[in-house]
């Protein structure tokens, strides 16, 4: 890359890549968490199937575990609640999203060395 003008160009498409695959794996993470404080809050009956297991103590990773369950069955879609399944739905395309840039953003990387 002699160029200035093109070796600026592919170090800002490789923050781009970057910026948007850790924005989409936000994402990914913070849709957990709302559509966890919906079925708490809209819910709490079947929160409570999540978050209590039938037996032994529950803990943090356990109901994080339960939830995974439930998010990658058709479960939230059953609920018919559009703020849920919206969330649902950016749970499920983010990873789908931000994979591709990551390794973009390496392949990028590895052709410009």
């Known amino acids: 890359m002699s160029n200035p003008g093109s070796a600026a160009l592919l170090l800002a498409l490789y ?5 948007a695959g850790v ?6 993470f913070i849709a957990q968490y709302r559509i966890a404080g919906i079925l708490r809050t809209h819910y709490p ?8 297991p039938e037996e032994g103590r529950g ?3 356990r109901t ?5 369950h439930v998010l ?3 479960a939230p879609a059953l609920f018919e609640n559009r703020q849920l ?3 649902h739905g950016i749970w499920k395309l983010t990873p789908w999203l931000a994979w591709p840039c990551w390794l973009a953003a390496l392949a990028l990387q590895y052709t410009a060395h």
Not at 15 to 19: A, D, K, T, V
Not at 23 to 28: A, P
């Open 15 to 19: 923050g781009g890549l970057l910026l």
């Open 23 to 28: 924005i989409c794996f936000l994402l990914h």
């Open 45 to 52: 009956d079947q929160w409570r199937i999540i978050a209590v």
């Open 59 to 61: 803990n943090p990773l």
């Open 64 to 68: 994080w575990a339960r939830l995974q």
């Open 72 to 74: 990658r069955s058709a």
């Open 85 to 87: 399944n919206r969330w």
